[in-house]
């Protein structure tokens, strides 16, 4: 094999994640090597799907944790690309500076540290979170919207503490660390922004969005009322599929002029059209949308809109662009993975 023909590296960090094993199955099925890490390359109750993953290519598992430092230097070693998706999320800390904020920043650096080291990486891409964008208490009104300039306001989140606001300060505060490191440090640095990504993905253990993205089916109250919170605090319930957030990530890697935030979006709606378009799919689920009547705070429609326009204009397109496109086959995801009655 001529250098020419040698398989492109990435490294995906957090393999067992939802976002990270859907990534991994992308660019093995795009003909990449892939490695990735996880914390405990033997808990299989967490890793069997990367034993089905290779199947498909080459791939790698590594041990790697955020917290040690240089423990991603072997799977970042000889890498292409590698794209940041693990990270901490605890969101019910009750020390979310300690438990949250520290850990995410210092856990973005360990591996931005291990890139540099490794000298043949072309591109980090780091996967944050819309939650790093859309907090924003002075947004009042309708009609807005957001484009990447726009940073969720870490004074207010400190300052009040509202649910998760360590969540959202850790993702501005990591992607702004990143930042400083790439510029320091001579990486080409993109950040990805997805918003609730719902559909099926190779993991077998998922918490966060795809749980409260069933939530309406599920009848789970703390996993909808995330949902209707993400709604309080930004003026709608944003949507990605996570199929396109993949190909959105492979994009901005591969294309040589992508650079800065990319926010991932497409489509924002609200509870109350959630509910109205689940109860009509889906009319096995008895799923409540008289959600106006018992909730006054709910809206009718979005009041703030986050766009791609800047991922759009730069050549990428979405596949997924309704709520019948979304939830494609989530709901025998949900079911496989016991979220939902079988």
Not at 242 to 250: F, G, N, P, S, V
Not at 303 to 329: I, P, Q, T, W
Request: proline share 4%; glycine share 8%.
């Amino acid at each position: 094999m001529s250098a020419g023909d040698r398989k492109k590296t990435a490294c995906v960090t957090g393999g067992n994640g939802y976002i990270a094993s859907a990534l991994i199955k992308m660019l093995l099925e795009k003909g990449y090597a892939v490695k990735t890490t996880v914390r405990n390359p033997d808990d299989m109750e967490k890793n069997s799907h990367l034993k089905s993953l290779q199947a498909l290519g080459p791939l790698t598992v590594f041990r790697a944790d955020l917290d040690e430092e240089g423990s991603f230097d072997d799977a970042v070693s000889g890498c292409d690309y590698a794209f940041l998706v693990a990270a901490p999320v605890k969101l019910a800390s009750e020390d979310p500076e300690k438990d949250q904020i520290e850990p995410s920043v210092r856990g973005t650096l360990n591996v931005m540290g291990s890139c540099a080291k490794a000298g043949t990486v072309r591109r980090v891409i780091l996967t944050s979170s819309a939650a790093g964008v859309y907090i924003r208490p002075q947004l009042q009104g309708d009609g807005h919207v957001l484009d990447e300039e726009s940073w969720s306001d870490v004074e207010y989140l400190t300052a009040e503490k509202p649910p998760t606001w360590g969540y959202c300060v850790s993702k501005v505060l990591l992607e702004k660390e990143a930042c400083r490191f790439a510029q320091e440090n001579g990486i080409s640095l993109v950040t990805i922004c997805p918003v609730i990504t719902v559909g099926a993905a190779p993991a077998t253990k998922v918490r966060t969005s795809v749980v409260d993205s069933l939530s309406l089916l599920s009848g789970d109250e703390a996993a909808l009322g995330v949902l209707k919170g993400i709604e309080k605090t930004s003026g709608s319930v944003q949507l990605v599929h996570i199929e396109d957030l993949c190909r959105a990530e492979l994009f901005i890697a591969e294309e040589e002029a992508a650079a800065g935030r990319y926010i991932c979006c497409s489509l924002n709606t609200t509870v109350v059209e959630l509910a109205r378009f689940l109860a009509q799919k889906y009319p096995q689920y008895n799923v409540q949308t008289n959600l106006l009547s018992t909730d006054d705070q709910l809206l009718e429609k979005p009041r703030v809109l986050l766009s791609s326009a800047k991922l759009v204009r730069e050549g990428f397109e979405f596949k997924h662009n309704s709520l019948d496109e979304m939830y494609d086959n989530v709901v025998e995801y949900g079911k496989a993975l016991g979220i939902l009655p079988n």
